[in-house]
């Protein structure tokens, strides 16, 4: 489960139960769930799930 993203920098950080983090991306923090994360890259947004793999990109412009 999702507990909170972080921008810092160009990094994306996500962190579930007890601040462990999760994962990382390079981008812009589009927005979160307790189950996904979006992250924007250039003109696309992309949506992990808590584990990090990747489950959709949208065009963005």
């Known amino acids: 489960m999702i507990e909170t993203a972080i921008q810092r920098g160009k990094y994306v950080y996500v962190y579930g139960n007890g601040n462990h983090l999760l994962f990382s991306r390079f981008g812009e ?4 769930t307790s189950t996904t994360v979006s992250v924007k890259n250039g003109k696309y947004v992309y949506t992990y799930d808590a584990r990090g793999s990747q489950k959709s990109s949208h065009f963005v412009g």
């Open 29 to 32: 923090l589009y927005g979160f």
